[in-house]
């Protein structure tokens, strides 16, 4: 059975989440914003989405762009998980992932080493 928790809460791990980061990571995430949505129509089992230009792959010519979404999806997460304390990291986890890939880090690193 999913884990209820409302809203307002699960947004609040998301910024928990990345309240962990540290600033010198923070400081160069450049045009990113992140949303919490309750899960992707396409992929419903998703738990995170980056969609954007990796910093890594931004040159000369990377100029008047939307921002890049990274998108976290609480249903799946909440639907996967036994207790909060299991929310919780798998929030951390989730949001450290994408701002990965935000990075320019790809799956294969991330998963090898635990991050996804």
């Given at each position: 059975?999913?884990?209820?928790?409302?809203?307002?809460?699960?947004?609040?791990?998301?910024?928990?989440?990345?309240?962990?980061?540290?600033?010198?990571?923070?400081?160069?995430?450049?045009?990113?914003?992140?949303?919490?949505?309750?899960?992707?129509?396409?992929?419903?089992?998703?738990?995170?989405?980056?969609?954007?230009?990796?910093?890594t792959m931004r040159d000369h010519e990377y100029g008047g762009y939307l921002p890049d979404?990274?998108?976290?999806?609480?249903?799946?997460?909440?639907?996967?998980?036994?207790?909060?304390?299991?929310?919780?990291?798998?929030?951390?986890?989730?949001?450290?992932?994408?701002?990965?890939?935000?990075?320019?880090?790809?799956?294969?690193?991330?998963?090898?080493?635990?991050?996804?």
């Amino acid at each position: 059975m999913p884990i209820r928790m409302s809203d307002d809460e699960f947004d609040g791990l998301v910024s928990d989440a990345l309240d962990t980061i540290p600033s010198e990571l923070t400081d160069n995430m450049s045009n990113v914003v992140i949303l919490v949505e309750a899960h992707n129509t396409e992929e419903p089992s998703i738990l995170g989405l980056y969609h954007g230009v990796a910093l890594t792959m931004r040159d000369h010519e990377y100029g008047g762009y939307l921002p890049d979404t990274i998108t976290i999806y609480r249903e799946p997460i909440l639907a996967m998980c036994r207790d909060r304390d299991e929310v919780v990291r798998e929030v951390a986890v989730t949001v450290i992932h994408e701002i990965a890939h935000h990075f320019g880090i790809d799956d294969a690193w991330l998963h090898a080493n635990g991050w996804g």
